[in-house]
């Protein structure tokens, strides 16, 4: 019997490398890969960024005392203004863009593994909302991946 494990997990594991490189050599990756590298070369962007991380780290340390803090909702308002900035960027909408696609085919590939195996099994998301018809009115008992 565990002959034939063995011969089963090395079948798994050389359908799982066939998937990996076909996702690697899919669209969705190579304009994630491209609009990444994009982003990193832009100078405009990566100044951006690099305020909102300052700025960020501003409004978490005024964070661990909440809205009580002399300084919360500005250093908040600072934060949201620089996100802003970067999402107003046409390289950052495409790299968001790519992003969420190379996200949405890394969900559909794990989902579509999972209820291979279960519909009950729970697929992680990125997604704050479930996108299963019927989920958004809470008509589906909990049911949702």
């Known amino acids: 019997m565990s002959v034939i494990t063995e011969l089963d997990m090395s079948t798994v594991l050389m359908e799982a490398y066939d998937l990996g490189d076909m996702i690697n050599a899919s669209e969705e990756l190579h304009n ?32 661990r005392f909440g ?16 996100e802003e900035k970067l999402n107003e960027l046409e390289r950052v909408k495409k790299f968001k863009e790519a992003e969420e696609k190379i996200d949405d085919l890394l969900y559909s590939v794990s989902k579509l593994i999972a209820h ?4 009950e099994i729970k697929v992680p998301s990125n997604h704050p909302l479930p996108t299963v018809a019927g989920c958004g009115s809470g008509g589906c008992s909990g049911k949702c991946s």
């Open 32 to 63: 994630y890969l491209y609009w990444k590298k994009e982003i990193e070369r832009d100078q405009q962007v990566q100044l951006l960024v690099n305020q909102f991380l300052k700025k960020k780290e501003i409004y978490e340390d005024c964070q």
């Open 67 to 82: 809205q009580f803090h002399p300084d919360y909702h500005s250093a908040l308002e600072e934060v949201q203004k620089v």
């Open 116 to 119: 291979e195996i279960s519909e």
